[in-house]
Structure formats: C-alpha cells, structure tokens
C-alpha cells in the first residue's frame, strides 16, 4: 500500500491509488460500471487530467472512497513537513471532471477519512444528479479552495458521518491560499464561484450540519 499523504490544507490525507487510476489523460469517460468490494478508493484521477467522466456507475462496499481526486502543485521540498506548494499554474491537476447519475453507497468500510467524492488541488468540477449514502464522514469533500468552479447540484445525499459526530453531507475547507489561473486565465489567489444548488441533503445520524464550510472563503 502507497502511504498516506496529505494532499492540501484540509484535514485529510489520502493514499494516491485505486482501483482505476487515470493521470494524464484526456476524455475518459467511466460509464456503467460497477465497483463492489474493494479494499481501497475505487476510482482515482491523478495529477493532470482533463474531461474526465464517471457516469451511470454504481459504487458499493468500498474500503476507502468511491471516487477522488487529486492534483499536483510545486511542492515545498525539504524533511519533516507535507509537500505544501501553492504554486499551481502548470496545470498538472484535474480539471472539467463531471460525476453524473452515480449510485455510491457502504463506503469507508477500512480507511473511515473518506467520501463518496473527495477532491483536492482540482478545479471545475461537476457533481450533478448522484444519489449518495451511507458513508462514516462527509458525503462529498472538497478539501480547499484551489481554482474553484466546480458545481454541485441535483443530488440526494445521506446517512453520512455515521462514524464521527462533524461535517456533514456536504463539507469544504479553505485553509490554504492556492495560485492557479482557473479564475480569468491569469495567476490569481483568488477561485472562482462554486455552485452548489438544488441538492437534496438530509442531515441524519451525527454530524454538525448539512453543509459544514470551516475556513471557506467562496463557495
């Protein structure tokens, strides 16, 4: 098993593997697929990916998260510390994913720092129509602020945080100032808007809140 590694200025950290493992790709489209049983994330988009699409796909008993994503940024080399850089205007992370029509539910069953979705150094995503449930921490994640633009809409989301008493279906973070040109095509620290409308969450079990955004600038 790869080790962990924390991937930004949230609060968690993840493994950089799946059972599908894209990086450097261009429109993969994962449609109608089943993941059943998996001891770790089912699918993970690595690094510089663009137009990625998970589609019509059904999710179940999954060791870590059903789907996640994370990027690259000039890390801050050194012993002793995360790599930490804020530099992501190369590009080398994920952009345009869409998570469409999805059944994910039973996940988190070995690595409980998980989500159906969870996303870090990746921007405008799109996570529209997705029926998500029964999970020990946040239903989907986004773990900062980077870039920005991504959508989530249209969704039934519930029976999370059935292992922890925080966050709740929907959780975000903003910890850490990230430069990325995904606003207007310039080097900006400033994201862009995220969107997040017409989602049906339902706030059982034991979290705090339907939508829990600590340290959030925009979302």
Request: with cysteine.
């Amino acid at each position: 098993m790869m080790p962990h590694g924390v991937p930004s200025g949230g609060d968690w950290a993840l493994e950089r593997f799946g059972a599908v493992f894209l990086q450097g790709t261009e429109s993969v489209t994962i449609s109608n697929c089943t993941f059943e049983r998996l001891d770790g994330h089912g699918v993970m988009i690595s690094g510089y990916n663009r137009n990625v699409t998970i589609a019509d796909s059904d999710f179940g008993f999954i060791g870590g998260s059903a789907m996640a994503s994370w990027g690259f940024t000039n890390e801050t080399s050194g012993d002793g510390h995360p790599g930490a850089g804020v530099d992501g205007t190369d590009g080398n992370h994920p952009r345009y994913t869409s998570v469409l029509r999805n059944l994910v539910h039973e996940v988190g069953l070995y690595e409980k720092q998980n989500s159906f979705y969870v996303q870090a150094k990746t921007a405008q995503t799109t996570i529209i129509g997705n029926v998500f449930f029964n999970g020990p921490r946040a239903g989907v994640n986004f773990n900062d602020g980077f870039g920005g633009g991504d959508e989530l809409a249209h969704n039934l989301i519930f029976s999370t945080c059935r292992e922890s008493g925080d966050h709740g279906p929907f959780n975000s973070w903003d910890r850490q100032p990230f430069l990325t040109t995904v606003r207007t095509g310039e080097p900006s620290l400033v994201m862009a808007q995220r969107v997040i409308h017409h989602n049906f969450l339902i706030d059982n079990y034991s979290p705090q809140e339907d939508g829990d955004q600590p340290d959030c600038r925009v979302c």
